[in-house]
């Protein structure tokens, strides 16, 4: 029998199933087209420079000039941004509807200047610079006082979003906050803590969820899973936006997110997968109680149409056993 579980980060019910739990190899074939599979023009290999938009940041090898070959990641506008980061924002009103222009920020991060190697297959000090940038892009972006909210997020694979096979991630400023981790202020002015923490004290008790606590990270499968084999990495530290990372902390955080991004890419098959950076919103009221995580989802299967319709997700495993399942792949 199944059973409903609540999320209180985003103000949603789950419902787990708690005996007859898929495991990987029962899950229809969501996998990952094999990486570099394409033999059309890829803008976003070393070389192809001039295909794309002018660097906005690159860690290179050497003194090398920008948008020029000797990269090691590269970051640029997203040429077909549905965002634009002019004027101020105007909200209007017609009829009963409310629009405003496309204010905000899009910006990819090319992960590797190899178009056949993967996220999780970079050495981790090079997952270090993947990291820094995500910091500095953050940072820079958050300084800018029209943007309230900076996600930081991967598409993987066919069922993750992803339209380059070449790996990279993405990033973007929005003139709002969607709201997806409004739980958490409300926590806080519910019990007068933070709700992260709060998760990390009742997980770090033995909790067969755990994946793996390291000294600045835990790694574990969430009480409320909305996906199979979803996972989070959370900072011990109780820190409200990405953009206050520590140095010993991006460093653990580049071996942690490798570590699990091959765990999950081992135990699955090679799936789709997405994973994005929740944190605070930016130029705001501050309230308390916002923790940022890293959150990875695999897309093992299609959302169907109770889930697009209400919003509550059917996860067929237990992130009790998806977590038993990541730390054998983990070892």
């Not at 949603?12 to 087209?33: E, G």
């Not at 020029?68 to 990641?73: A, D, P, Y």
């Not at 590269?74 to 209007?92: D, M, Q, V």
């Not at 969430?222 to 936006?241: L, N, Q």
Request: glycine fraction near 8%; include cysteine; proline fraction near 6%.
């Amino acid at each position: 029998m199944s059973e409903l579980r609540r999320d209180y980060v985003k103000n949603k019910w789950v419902s787990i199933s708690s005996n007859a739990a898929l495991k990987p190899k029962d899950f229809p074939v969501m996998k990952m087209a094999a990486p570099g599979g394409s033999s059309g023009f890829c803008p976003f290999c070393e070389g192809n420079e001039a295909a794309t938009p002018p660097e906005i940041l690159a860690f290179r090898k050497g003194e090398g000039k920008p948008n020029s070959t000797g990269w090691l990641v590269r970051t640029i506008p997203n040429k077909f941004s549905a965002f634009e980061l002019e004027g101020k924002l105007e909200e209007k009103q017609a009829g009963l509807y409310r629009f405003c222009n496309g204010l905000g920020k899009h910006e990819v991060i090319i992960e590797t200047p190899h178009h056949a190697t993967e996220f999780h297959e970079l050495e981790p000090e090079h997952l270090e610079m993947i990291i820094s940038t995500f910091k500095q892009r953050y940072n820079d972006l958050a300084r800018d006082e029209r943007i309230k909210y900076i996600q930081i997020y991967k598409n993987r694979g066919l069922f993750g979003g992803a339209s380059l096979g070449h790996s990279h991630s993405q990033i973007i400023g929005f003139p709002f906050d969607p709201g997806e981790n409004e739980g958490l202020p409300q926590y806080y002015k519910e019990k007068g803590s933070c709700l992260i923490c709060d998760i990390l004290q009742q997980e770090q008790n033995g909790s067969q969820r755990l994946i793996y606590e390291g000294e600045h990270f835990v790694a574990l499968c969430p009480y409320a899973s909305r996906f199979a084999y979803e996972a989070w990495i959370v900072p011990k530290r109780h820190t409200e936006h990405f953009g206050e990372l520590t140095e010993a902390e991006e460093k653990e955080l580049a071996w942690l997110a490798k570590k699990l991004s091959r765990a999950i890419v081992d135990a699955l098959g090679n799936p789709s997968y997405n994973f994005m950076i929740n944190t605070a919103p930016v130029n705001s009221i501050n309230e308390p109680g916002y923790h940022w995580y890293m959150e990875f989802t695999p897309r093992l299967l299609v959302a169907a149409g109770v889930e697009v319709a209400t919003g509550i997700y059917i996860n067929p495993t237990a992130p009790e056993i998806a977590a038993t399942a990541l730390r054998e792949s983990w070892n």
